[in-house]
């Protein structure tokens, strides 16, 4: 990491706390009250808001909007591309979850229209949805990973960045995030974080936030870091699953400076 990216990280996080943006999300009902929560522990605003009528009014006075198709439904297929296409002509940034890209062709055909049409400044999957959107090989089984090959999802995730001109996130044990040129891996992390739903959902929601007050790629690196070391710290102080994702939420409202510096292991690729 060189110090202007530490640099970065840091005032990223105090802009965001000073300034606490908007934040448009249309996301999952399943992690939907955790994104807010996890905004709100960061220091953005969130606003939760999907009807097709009124999203493009929203987005257009947001910091960010991020879109999540985990859930996918009619109002939300519509509000996604309306708020995505408003978004764009607005100058907000957009942050893009392709949840479930694997599983359907109505998720891999919304995901595709909106790469073309509205393409998001961050661009966020696991291993296998970043793959299928690339086209290349993968596996997996509903929402999950089966198998990573990390060496190889780099090169994909670097050539996807690249055509797309935007920043690709690839989450794991070992998290990636590329804009084609720059490529950070960011190694902290528990395996307890993909036992708990929704937690790349959460990731997600936080490169929304940051993506209001900083560039995508530090503000992907930051989202996803942020994650990594409060699951390390939530899994210090929980027992099981239900006092873990608590846990979660009160180390992301109290990490500090210091220990987000002191935990942080990313390294440049
Ligand atoms: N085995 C692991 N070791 C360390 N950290 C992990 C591991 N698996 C996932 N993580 C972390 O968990 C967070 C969520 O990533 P994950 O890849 O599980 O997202 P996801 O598949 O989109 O999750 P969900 O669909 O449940 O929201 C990231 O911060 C990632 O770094
Ligand atoms: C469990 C689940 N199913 C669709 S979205 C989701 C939340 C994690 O992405």
Request: charged letters at 20%.
């Amino acid at each position: 990491m060189t110090p202007q990216l530490q640099n970065a990280l840091l005032k990223a996080r105090n802009d965001l706390r000073e300034t606490a943006p908007l934040i448009h999300c249309i996301t999952n009902p399943i992690a939907i009250n955790d994104c807010a929560n996890g905004i709100l522990a960061v220091g953005g605003k969130p606003i939760m808001a999907e009807h097709p009528d009124e999203v493009e009014e929203i987005t257009c006075i947001a910091g960010a909007l991020g879109v999540n198709i985990g859930n996918i439904t009619d109002a939300r297929r519509t509000s996604v591309l309306t708020s995505a296409k408003a978004a764009k002509t607005a100058g907000v940034p957009i942050s893009f979850d392709a949840v479930g890209v694997t599983c359907s062709a109505l998720r891999r055909d919304l995901t595709h229209t909106l790469l073309r049409e509205a393409c998001p400044e961050i661009l966020k999957g696991n291993d296998a949805e970043i793959r299928a959107i690339a086209g290349a090989h993968f596996e997996s089984r509903g929402i999950d990973v089966l198998r990573t090959n990390t060496a190889e999802t780099i090169e994909i995730a670097k050539m996807l960045a690249s055509t797309l001109h935007c920043v690709v996130l690839v989450t794991g044990k070992t998290d990636i995030i590329t804009n084609g040129e720059t490529t950070e891996l960011c190694e902290n992390g528990t395996p307890r974080l993909s036992l708990v739903t929704g937690t790349g959902c959460m990731v997600h929601a936080l490169c929304a936030s940051y993506s209001a007050v900083t560039d995508p790629f530090t503000a992907a690196v930051l989202a996803v870091s942020t994650m990594g070391i409060c699951g390390e710290l939530a899994e210090r102080k929980s027992e099981g699953l239900g006092s873990f994702r608590i846990a979660l939420l009160d180390a992301l409202s109290l990490l500090s400076d210091d220990d987000y510096t002191r935990l942080l292991q990313l390294r440049e690729v």
